[in-house]
């Protein structure tokens, strides 16, 4: 914990990387539109349902820093079957080395350490970005057995049969099917 830091919210989360302890210091992302800036700049259909928060012990090293954390919320995104709310609670450990941007251009990387006059700052915030975008899951359900949408007509199957399905059990139809059989 470095006096200063330790608990302050910034807007923009720059962290000069030289004005850490050695033994580096804890920051916490808490703040909501970090999160929901990106999640409205890139379009993307997501709400937050229990605050994201994101606690990150970042360790400054010659080459770097080594940025450990933790990211943890809910957020509502579409589900990939029936297009319904899926609730999407998150938990997210992750350790990421940051090199310093000319390290990350020999190696043909992106860093998100960026300097300013020559002093490299992490960017809390971008880095705190990508892990979020990480942690999503590829395919969020509603609910484990979303039966999806009927393709022909569009009805969610999660309430029952649709008139599709119905039409399938047509009495008529069943009629004639026996018919063919016989
Ligand atoms: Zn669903
Ligand atoms: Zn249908």
């Known amino acids: 914990m470095t006096p200063g830091f330790a608990g302050h919210t910034l807007k923009i989360m720059l962290i000069p990387l030289r004005e850490l302890p050695p033994e580096g210091a804890l920051f916490t992302l808490a703040d909501q539109s970090a999160w929901l800036a990106p999640i409205r700049a890139f379009g993307m259909k997501c709400a937050v349902s229990r605050p994201l928060v994101a606690s990150v012990s970042v360790i400054p090293a010659e080459s770097g820093c080594l940025a450990r954390g933790r990211l943890a919320g809910t957020v509502v995104l579409p589900c990939n079957r029936c297009a319904e709310d899926a609730s999407v609670s998150l938990t ?3 350790e990421e080395f940051e090199p310093l941007p000319e390290k990350a251009r020999e190696n043909g990387e992106e ?4 300097l300013r ?4 700052l992490l960017d809390l915030d971008a880095l705190c970005w990508e892990e979020f975008l990480l942690a999503l899951p590829l395919a969020p ?3 484990p057995d979303c039966k999806g949408i009927c393709p022909a007509c569009g009805t969610s199957l999660n309430n029952g049969p649709c008139a599709c399905a119905r039409d399938g059990l047509d009495p008529r139809l069943a009629a004639l099917r026996g018919l063919k059989m016989r």
């Not at 860093?111 to 960026?114: D, L, M, N």
């Not at 006059?117 to 490299?120: E, I």
């Open 92 to 94: 997210a450990d992750f």
């Open 111 to 114: 860093s998100r350490i960026v």
């Open 117 to 120: 006059d020559g002093v490299p």
């Open 141 to 143: 359900l509603c609910r």
